[in-house]
Structure formats: structure tokens, C-alpha cells
């Protein structure tokens, strides 16, 4: 027998109840599979925890609800429950740009329409004493997102037309989208492309136009989410490997080691104060830029490519001075 939570035994005995045949334990056990006790502690569950009004017809043999209007809470939810609901709630803003706010606010408000009315904690103090500090988020287009959507879930291949940064024109490309990522308040493609022959990353809001194509492909093996992103130092992917390693000074090492910023990470401590980071990354541009955030406090020890990459972009910006 499947497991069947609790939950789900609950909505089953609203219903049939609901469907005025005056069910009893022995015939909603046998329709549910489980024993006619299980039942019968979920009908006072019912009545005393979530005072349903049920109430059983000795004529009849079985059970039905003494007021019709009756509605059972679809979620028996705590006050920590309900605090964790509306800090999600609040984290959306950092989606408001995407079609996937809007239907997730419309689930949020379906929770929050079926919460018991004996719910007493006050959720309103949350409103001005916890805020969410969202990255700038680009604006997505609704049938953009909506094509892509359907092309991950059938693995079907689409013809995008998609421009480059501060480009004006177009290029249509035929892509197998692998993965959706968020990054940094921006949604990222993860595909295939056939153009390149090569695997692309295409920021969703740069992308103008999405069709559908009937043909299909499928996943490689290889290319899991681990694969893609799990030595990445965020979302650019190549097939190159880098060993990265960066020194930090006293002043930055608490910011540091406070926070993962690789899965793989190693951090050892230095005399002084300071600590050298390492990870194993397959691209160096975000590297790059998360080293210059840093500013004097962040030197690059390894690899040579990095170090060259920091160089030059701090003769680039020096040279607007």
C-alpha cells in the first residue's frame, strides 16, 4: 500500500461527506485502504481540532456535516508556519519583472484564502520590520517565458532570436534549452545552440523572440545540473577548468569566510590575518568581476589568466581617470 499522508485522508472524508451518502469508517476505510480506526481518529481530528460540524445518523449508518455552508481549512498551519509563508511572500519582489510573479502571487493569496480561521498570529508587523533588498531585475516577456517554459518541460527545440549586449540587431539561432537559472536579478538560458555548435548562455530578457519547433532532443547524460553549474562560479559555462586561487587582507577575510562563494571552496588562514581562497572554476570573467568588488583587499595568486584579465581591466578604468 502507498503511503497516503494524513492530509490527503482528510480532503477524501470532506468529500465523500459532501456527497450526502452518509459514509461510515468501515466503508471509507475500505475505499482508502487503511483501517476503519485510522478513519475514525481523522473524523474526530475533524470535529475537535478543526471543528467541522459532523455528526453521525444511527437510521442512516454514517456521517454528514450538520451545516451545509461548512468549508474544511484546506491548511492547518501554525504560527511559525505562517510566519515562513509570509517571508516568501515578501521574497517574490525580487521575481516582479517575470511572468512568474503573477501566478505566484495568485497561489499565495489561494494559501492565504484557505487558512483556518482560528489562525490567530498577526502577520501585519512583518510588513515594515523585514524587508527584501532585491538585485535589479530585468523585465521578461510574457511569451518568451512562456515558450520556454513548455520547450524544458517536452524538450523541444525553439528558434530564438536573441540580441547581444548593446547590439542592436538579431540573431535567430535553433537552441536544445538544457536549464533556467536566476542570477543576480537576471533569468539565464542554459542551451545548446546550434549555431555555435556549442553550449550558450542566453540572458531570457535580451531574447525577442521564442517559437516552438516540433522537433525534439534529448538530454546528455553528462550534462546534469552538477555538471553545468556545480564548478561554475555563477552561470557562465565552458569546458575549460581553472584552479583559482586569491589571497584576501585582514580587513576583507571576516566578509569572506563568513559566506560560501564556491561549493568547492578551501580557505586557509594566513599570518596577519588574512586568508587565501581556492576553488576549481570552468570560466573567469565573473571571477574577474567578483575579485575587482574587492578592490586592494583581494589579490590574485593563480591563474595567470585571471591575473592578466584584473590587470587589464584596472588599466582600462584608470584610464578614465
Known amino acids: 500500500m502507498k503511503f497516503k499522508p494524513q492530509f490527503r485522508r482528510l480532503l477524501f472524508i470532506d468529500r465523500k461527506i459532501r456527497e450526502g451518502r452518509y459514509p461510515n469508517c468501515s466503508s471509507m476505510a475500505d475505499e482508502w485502504e487503511v483501517s476503519a480506526k485510522t478513519v475514525q481518529r481523522d473524523i474526530d481530528y475533524l470535529k475537535y481540532d478543526l471543528d467541522a460540524p459532523i455528526e453521525y445518523k444511527p437510521v442512516k449508518h454514517g456521517y454528514y456535516y450538520t451545516e451545509a455552508n461548512y468549508k474544511m481549512p484546506a491548511i492547518n498551519i501554525s504560527e511559525s508556519d505562517l510566519f515562513s509563508v509570509c517571508i516568501a511572500q515578501r521574497a517574490l519582489k525580487q521575481f516582479e519583472h517575470t511572468p512568474l510573479y503573477g501566478k505566484l502571487v495568485k497561489i499565495f493569496d489561494r494559501i492565504e484564502q484557505s487558512l483556518p480561521s ?6 501585519a508587523w512583518i510588513e515594515n520590520r523585514i524587508f527584501f533588498s532585491p538585485e535589479p531585475a530585468t523585465i521578461v516577456d510574457t511569451k518568451v517565458w512562456e515558450t520556454i517554459a513548455r520547450a524544458l518541460r517536452e524538450n523541444r527545440q525553439m528558434k530564438i532570436s536573441h540580441s547581444a549586449p548593446g ?18 536579478g537576471e533569468w ?4 545548446m545552440c546550434g549555431l555555435r555548435e556549442s553550449i550558450r548562455t542566453f540572458a531570457v530578457s535580451r531574447i525577442k523572440n521564442a517559437e516552438l519547433l516540433k522537433e525534439t532532443f534529448e538530454m546528455p547524460a553528462d550534462f546534469t545540473r ?17 584552479d583559482v586561487k586569491v589571497r584576501f587582507s585582514r580587513e576583507a577575510a571576516p566578509y569572506i569566510k563568513e559566506r560560501e562563494w564556491h561549493p568547492n571552496q578551501k580557505i586557509v588562514k594566513k ?3 588574512g586568508l587565501e581562497i581556492s576553488f576549481r ?12 568588488s574587492w ?7 593563480a591563474p595567470k589568466p585571471l591575473r592578466d584579465k584584473v590587470k587589464t581591466s584596472l588599466k582600462e578604468t584608470l584610464s578614465q581617470y
Open 295 to 301: 578592490g586592494p583587499h583581494a589579490k590574485v595568486l
Open 226 to 242: 552538477e555538471k553545468m553549474f556545480g564548478d561554475s562560479f555563477g552561470i557562465i559555462w565552458s569546458a575549460e577548468q581553472y
Open 281 to 292: 572554476t570552468n570560466h573567469l570573467n565573473e571571477v574577474k568581476d567578483w575579485i575587482l
Open 118 to 123: 482560528k489562525v490567530t498570529a498577526d502577520p
Open 167 to 184: 547590439k542592436s540587431g538579431q540573431v535567430q539561432r535553433i537552441v536544445d534549452p538544457y536549464h533556467l537559472v536566476n542570477f543576480k
Open 271 to 273: 599570518k596577519g590575518g
Open 188 to 191: 539565464y538560458l542554459s542551451s
